[in-house]
């Protein structure tokens, strides 16, 4: 007995530990290792160079709260760190060989970095982050500076508070705080001389901002003087800035006032006069491109040509000669934007670039003779591409756009066609002859090719590539073997406006798209992607075909719905309306914003819009679609969240058709009111697909049906108040519970994670109190399993499947359910789907700790016995509850793969039905196949075919020999038996 209880649980552990193989890594999978849209508004975490040593990098901060750092020969990941999302990344800061940042509210805690390695030198509170001053733009009031080759940092936070520490211990010092504390005078920048340092910053008066400075003694923080400067800046950000040089030991601020440039010189004593530069132009504004500390910035002039004021080596203030000329770039088709950047040796180059659509550009340059100048430009496109054009060339891009996908989902392709036979109708005899000789001419290879691999037994394998071996642009996209070749379409956030079509077997990009704004454009707006539907797939015929439902918001403040239909393989627009090398444009389908969507999976897949008025919209409007439309929706119901006299609820809609011209309207049928001070957090269907057995056949012969009632749908909801989280299952047609439990809310609010398919919900939360149940005792993570089943009993059978809403049945079921202590936060969780849905399902779950784990089912079984499991329940695969999830590093499906911040895993069918693909993206992409069944449809790897083939060939050889002699020897026995 003993044994086979031992048996089961290596058996239940064993279950689907397929494509864990270390020889299977970068074969089945693939990871995109992203860093994120760079931050281009601030040139405290724009793209810049930096040089260490003889080798030079890239450093950014990026929309994904990233610090990275990319090689400028190929454009590779050096290194990067990745920020919480509650300590968020408001500047970094070359020093030396060294990356400092600051982050968190009002610059909370410091960091340095070896910038070529990106290892964590020091980490620094320097106050807590409740007490942080919230400012924008989020670098305003913080700042970091030093000496060179010293180890002393100086760093500006809250915008009133200067902080000296050693750059190599983190002891603080001394610290300087504002009197003000930043109520009017809010500092921005540090500068330092070897004689003091200076606190630069802006205070407020009645009709305008004055600049005000502070100058501090850099060995014990004494205040040397503090002054305002007769300044009047209307726009402290585009009229306002200093001016600095290593060889200069005055720095310089600039204003402008009424269009004149004011001035003055930096001392200790701040006894300086200011002066106006007259120049004899008027000016709008100075921009800061990079070149502030190497004593340049951009000054922008009334009449639209810009030129570069710099500070020269006396400290005198004197043109550049580097001026540009409004004719330059005075046509209204042509976007323009500047940057600057130093080379090796410390020259300043501004670099100017005409290219639409751009935002921001980081120069390298190198002299090579008196007369040519190689640069390097880094370039961040409006649509998340970071380029290096290097000497007028791309050398390489990286599509950063990708992690801001917000929807995904695989679209499976076609099969490749053969080359189609020219044959016409007026073909005669000859030429009929003549081609099939001619086609012909390849069965020769064919028949040597069938040969090996009926003897080598050389076929595809469930644990090879599926990536194609040579280019098939020319043919298109076509599926492997097992259907693991699937498109991807991801549709990116942050009002990027991007769709790309992804190769699943390697991660190419197909084809990517930008989307259009319509009539927007001509005010600009962006679009923001909402649902992703697949209208038609291979089995419809044809080219697989996608609809993005997205909500496009004009700049003027008008919000509209709008969709956009392509096609999966190409990226084309399915509509034709759009050419393939223009913004694709999408279809006007409400003129205000979208309640609701779904996709109706009928004879024709009708995708169906709700507006605020909850009128209902179709797409494609067609008659057969209104038809279809009109014969299902008595049977459709759906769930939306809205207030009532300050109560949260979730209220049911049916739809009433429409037989005139007016658009069909949905009206409440049922309501659920929440408890005061609930609110709903999210409305989540069930995950659909087939199911391929209704029922569990128990070790005593008897049977468990499941419960699976097609309306069930998952609300979660969050009681602040009460610092609760709820979990609710309900029926959309009516409104029943069928299930409802409460948990804590941590100190991060309710951020419970749910999956919903067939019969079996899962949900992770944190446990911070010690609690009871079958979990209880201990603090940490928890995932919850619960499984529903019909009747009140076994072998108690209700038809949940097709049984009406209106039936009394439809509350006649029973659950199962257990808690287990989880090892680790998660990001997102969903469950492998299979073809069929024969294949057990598995529960795959992105950690916080940037991993994607897969755990089986079998071990979150809610009918886990708390004691000591008998011979039927070993037949089950059942083992003994225990609390505690084992966490096998075997089952981590991303291997040694960095995947970070992961915001959702999205699953889908291969042909295999052993097999599931496996998608987790949020900053980075990753994805990988898993058989929680093993691959019982396929042949192992190890199965020698050829030894088969042999040991057949000599039987049969052996029947050839011996017949004969069989024959003989019968046809003597007759002859001679009397």
């Known amino acids: 007995m003993r044994f086979l209880t031992t048996a089961a649980s290596l ?4 279950l689907g530990t397929w494509a864990i193989h270390e020889s299977d890594v970068g074969v089945v999978d693939w990871h995109k290792h992203l860093v994120g849209v760079p931050l281009y508004g601030s040139t405290a975490t724009a793209p810049a160079f930096h040089f260490i040593g003889n080798r030079s990098l890239i450093f950014s901060g990026t929309s994904s709260n990233v610090i990275a750092a990319l090689d400028p020969i190929n454009g590779s990941v050096v290194w990067r760190y990745v920020f919480d ?13 060294t990356i400092t940042t600051i982050s968190g509210p009002g610059g909370a805690t410091l960091r340095s970095f070896d910038a070529l390695t990106g290892n964590l030198l020091l980490e620094k509170r320097l106050h807590k982050p409740e007490l942080g001053a919230l400012s924008t733009p989020i670098s305003l009031g913080k700042h ?21 520490i050693d750059g190599t211990t983190g002891e603080v010092k001394w610290t300087w705080t504002s009197p003000d504390q930043g109520s009017l005078i809010i500092h921005s920048k540090l500068i330092l001389t070897h004689d003091a340092l200076f606190a630069v910053g802006i205070a407020k008066s009645t009709a305008s901002y004055t600049i005000h400075v502070t100058s501090i003694l850099p060995s014990t923080g004494e205040i040397i003087n503090s002054a305002n400067i007769p300044s009047k800046v209307e726009d402290p950000f585009t009229e306002f800035t200093v001016l600095t040089r290593s060889d200069v030991s005055k720095p310089v601020v600039l204003w402008l006032e009424k269009g004149t440039i004011g001035h003055v010189a930096l001392t ?3 006894k300086e006069k200011a002066k106006p530069i007259i120049m004899g132009d008027v000016f709008r504004k100075f921009t800061d491109i990079g070149l502030i500390d190497y004593g340049q910035v951009l000054l922008l002039k009334e ?3 810009n030129v570069v004021l710099k500070l020269d080596a006396d400290g005198r203030l004197a043109n550049s000669k580097w001026e540009f000329e409004a004719s330059l770039i005075s046509a209204p088709d042509v976007a323009h934007t500047f940057g600057g950047g130093p080379d090796s040796q410390g020259n300043p180059y501004v670099a100017r670039v005409r290219w639409s659509p751009n935002l921001d550009i980081a120069v390298d340059a190198e002299s090579t003779s008196d007369l040519a100048i190689d640069s390097r430009i880094l370039v961040t496109t409006s649509t998340g591409a970071v380029q290096l054009w290097d000497r007028g060339g791309l050398k390489w891009s990286r599509e950063e756009a990708l992690a801001t996908v917000t929807l995904a989902e695989f679209v499976e392709i076609p099969e490749r066609v053969a080359s189609a036979s020219p044959v016409t109708a007026s073909e005669g005899f000859v030429a009929r002859v003549a081609r099939q000789i001619l086609e012909a001419r390849d069965f020769p290879q064919y028949a040597v090719n069938f040969v090996r691999r009926f003897i080598t037994g050389s076929y595809a394998s469930p644990t090879s590539s599926a990536a194609p071996t040579t280019s098939t642009s020319a043919q298109g996209i076509s599926r492997d073997t097992f259907g693991f070749r699937q498109i991807i379409v991801a549709a990116t956030g942050l009002g990027l406006g991007r769709v790309y079509g992804i190769d699943s077997s390697n991660g190419d990009i197909v084809w990517s798209r930008t989307l259009g704004l319509g009539w927007a454009a001509a005010v600009g707006g962006h679009i923001q992607p909402l649902k992703l539907y697949v209208t038609k797939t291979v089995s419809d015929g044809g080219d697989p075909e996608v609809v993005l439902v997205a909500q496009r918001r004009a700049d003027n403040g008008l919000l509209d719905t709008v969709l956009f239909h392509l096609n999966a393989l190409t990226g084309s627009d399915a509509t034709r309306r759009s050419k393939d090398d223009a913004p694709l444009e999408g279809h006007d389908v409400i003129q205000g914003p979208l309640v609701e969507s779904f996709l109706l999976n009928a004879e024709q897949k009708i995708v169906i819009f709700f ?3 909850l009128q209902a919209y179709l797409y494609p409007d067609t008659s057969e679609a209104k038809e279809i439309f009109a014969a299902v929706a008595p049977t459709l119901s759906f769930p939306l969240r809205t207030s009532v006299e300050d109560r949260k609820r979730v209220i049911g809609h049916q739809i009433a058709v429409s037989k005139g011209h007016h658009k069909s309207l949905a009206h409440p049928t049922w309501s659920l009111a ?3 001070g609930e609110e709903v957090q999210m409305l989540l269907p069930r995950v659909r697909g087939p199911v391929a057995s209704i029922g569990k056949v128990l070790g005593n012969r008897t049977t ?8 069930l749908f998952t609300v979660l909801t969050a009681a602040p108040a009460r610092s609760m989280c709820g979990i609710y299952v309900l029926d959309s047609m009516k409104g029943t519970v069928v299930y409802h439990a409460e948990v804590k809310a941590n100190l991060r609010g309710c951020n419970v994670k749910t999956s919903f398919v067939e019969n079996w919900l899962v949900y992770h939360y944190f446990e911070g109190e010690v609690a009871g149940g079958t979990a209880g005792g201990a603090k940490g993570y928890r995932m919850v399993s619960v499984e529903f089943y019909e009747g009140q009993k076994v072998d108690e059978k209700t038809k949940s499947s097709e049984i009406s809403s209106f039936s009394n049945d439809t509350i006649n079921y029973h659950y199962y359910e257990k808690s287990f202590v989880f090892p680790y936060d998660i990001s997102a969780l969903a469950t492998t789907s299979t073809k069929f849905g024969i294949t057990t399902k598995d529960l795959i779950v992105a950690t916080k700790n940037h991993r994607v784990q897969s755990f089986s089912r079998h071990m979150l079984n809610p009918r886990r016995p708390n004691r000591k499991t008998t011979a039927e329940e070993q037949e089950e695969y059942l083992v003994t509850y225990d609390p505690l999830l084992p966490n096998d590093p075997k089952r981590v499906i991303s291997h040694h793969y960095d995947v970070a911040k992961a915001v959702k895993v999205v699953s889908a069918p291969a042909l295999l039905e052993s097999t599931s693909l496996v998608l987790a993206f949020g900053l980075d992409m990753f994805v990988t196949r898993v058989a929680p069944s093993n691959t019982f449809d396929v042949l192992s790897e190890n199965f020698n075919k050829a030894q088969l083939v042999f040991t057949i060939s000599g039987l049969l050889l052996a029947i050839l020999i011996t017949r004969p002699m069989v024959k003989r020897k019968s046809l003597r026995e007759k002859w001679y038996t009397s």
């Open 11 to 14: 058996i239940s552990f064993c």
């Open 85 to 97: 999302a509650e300590d968020p990344v408001t500047g970094y800061y070359k020093i030396e060989d």
């Open 144 to 164: 970091v500076t030093s000496l060179p080759n010293s180890k002393d940092l100086y760093i500006l936070t809250n915008g009133c508070t200067v902080t000296s």
């Open 268 to 270: 200790p004593t701040l």
């Open 303 to 305: 009449d639209g040509s």
């Open 611 to 613: 507006d605020e008025y």
């Open 674 to 676: 929440l408890p005061p």
């Open 704 to 711: 468990l049906y499941k419960y699976l009632n097609p309306r």
